[in-house]
T-cell receptor, first 112, second 111 residues
Framework: SQTIHQWPATLVQPVGSPLSLECTVE??????LYWYRQAAGRGLQLLFY??????ISSEVPQNLSASRPQDRQFILSSKKLLLSDSGFYLC???????????FGEGSWLTVV | DAKTTQPPSMDCAEGRAANLPCNHS???????VYWYRQIHSQGPQYIIH???NNETNEMASLIITEDRKSSTLILPHATLRDTAVYYC????????????FGAGTQVVVTP
């Protein structure tokens, strides 16, 4: 069966510090991968998606970037965090563009 | 993607069936109905989805009306671990990762 893991689960970072959230998927090949941010009001915002290694599409301009160095690995990064980057970040995957999307456990980021 | 309307909260007794309604009156013919749930501070968990026909899996059943303007998620025997926010969304096949979660229904299962 397929599994998805992301880490760290929680982190507190000072303003201006770098960020790296990692996500891996097991049990499947060539998945579509996604990074979301979930706001306090539970709205879900798609940040990035990837259909293959090195292929990243950005949905909204922001202080964040994403990379896919391996088929089943997706990384969310920032060079300098802003207070507004605080939130709940979710990695997700699907097999194909229209298929069911499965989410990871989520990562709570607090920028102080 | 069409919008959905769900009641804000619902209580259910442990062991009883929980019936969660969802209205999606503007749904298009190529939009699927998906259900997810989210336990506090965890990622959303996929439950079930359907297009026209009723669906059942190990977690729940999905009943879609003939006109597809509403649906009901049925948890046949609710347990305390089913306490969560349940989201009904509609999604076009091939719409990539764009999901619109509304406010959902907060379900509380009581002993």
């Amino acid at each position: 069966s397929q599994t998805i893991h992301q880490w760290p689960a929680t982190l507190v970072q000072p303003v201006g510090s770098p960020l790296s959230l990692e996500c891996t998927v097991e049990g499947t090949s060539n998945p579509n991968l996604y990074w979301y941010r979930q706001a306090a009001g539970r709205g879900l915002q798609l940040l990035f998606y990837s259909v293959g290694i090195g292929q990243i599409s950005s949905e909204v301009p922001q202080n964040l970037s994403a990379s896919r160095p391996q088929d089943r690995q997706f990384i969310l990064s920032s060079k300098k965090l802003l207070l507004s980057d605080s939130g709940f970040y979710l990695c997700a995957w699907s097999k194909g563009s229209g298929n069911t999307i499965y989410f990871g456990e989520g990562s709570w980021l607090t920028v102080v | 993607d069409a919008k959905t309307t769900q009641p804000p909260s619902m209580d259910c007794a442990e062991g009883r069936a929980a019936n969660l309604p969802c209205n999606h009156s503007t749904i298009s013919g190529n939009e699927y109905v998906y259900w997810y749930r989210q336990i506090h501070s965890q990622g959303p968990q996929y439950i079930i989805h359907g297009l026209k026909n009723n669906e059942t899996n190990e977690m729940a059943s999905l009943i879609i009306t003939e006109d597809r303007k509403s649906s009901t998620l049925i948890l046949p025997h609710a347990t305390l671990r089913d306490t969560a926010v349940y989201y009904c969304i509609v999604r076009v096949d091939g719409s990539w990762g764009k999901l619109q979660f509304g406010a959902g229904t907060q379900v509380v299962v009581t002993p």
